[in-house]
């Protein structure tokens, strides 16, 4: 049976653009994988454990072949079971609002978490990075309200697209298909582009 894991970043609910867009993917997506089991992920659900001095002193033991103990093995084993429920995943799809030009910070927080030696990559002193989530694919939804591609460098910067498709491919994960709804919300109406960015998200779930 193929799992997809929705994870989502937004916490605006019914608000949210980005969560409305991987709606309308998920219900076409379920017509046209009707035994697939979609899991979804919230990210401000308060399950996902933060990365501080204990996870880190832990990733770092492992790096260095030890074995993590007492606080870092608790906070080893919190991040391990939030990287197991992400790696049971055979397709993913992520909704992504832009914050500051880039991603919201409980997004970041959950690569951090999830981002560890032998779980999403491999390392290699002469090769460098390996990553170890390959043979899935992802959709991404990218939303935000004031920068874009067709705007000047007074509306801002897109360092959400970028960073985010990097750690995907860093990570192993090479098939991504992209939908993206960024409007001037600021000057104009977004009801048509809108309605256009839902059909793509439409006919993107029903070829996933």
Do not use: C
Request: charged share 20%; hydrophobic share 45%; net charge negative.
């Amino acid at each position: 049976m193929t799992r997809l894991l929705h994870v989502s970043s937004s916490p605006r609910g019914a608000a949210s653009e980005s969560l409305a867009i991987a709606g309308v993917f998920l219900d076409s997506y379920r017509q046209t994988h009707p035994d697939a089991e979609i899991d979804t992920f919230d990210l401000w659900d308060g399950s996902l454990p933060a990365f501080g001095p204990a996870a880190a002193g832990a990733k770092m033991a492992v790096f260095a072949g030890a074995t993590p103990a007492g606080p870092q093995a608790s906070a080893w084993q919190e991040a391990q079971g939030t990287f197991r429920r992400f790696a049971a995943a055979d397709e993913y799809l992520f909704s992504v609002p832009m914050w500051n030009a880039s991603v919201p910070y409980i997004l970041k927080q959950f690569i951090d978490v999830v981002s560890q030696p032998g779980m999403v990559f491999g390392f290699d002193a002469e090769r460098g990075y390996t990553g170890l989530l390959t043979g899935r694919k992802a959709a991404v939804v990218y939303t935000g309200a004031v920068w874009g591609a067709d705007r000047g460098p007074a509306f801002g910067r897109d360092f959400q697209q970028p960073y985010f498709d990097d750690w995907l491919r860093w990570a192993g994960v090479t098939d991504i298909t992209t939908i993206r709804f960024q409007p001037n919300l600021v000057t104009a109406d977004a009801a048509a582009e809108r309605e256009i960015v839902h059909t793509r998200a439409r006919d993107a779930g029903k070829a996933f």
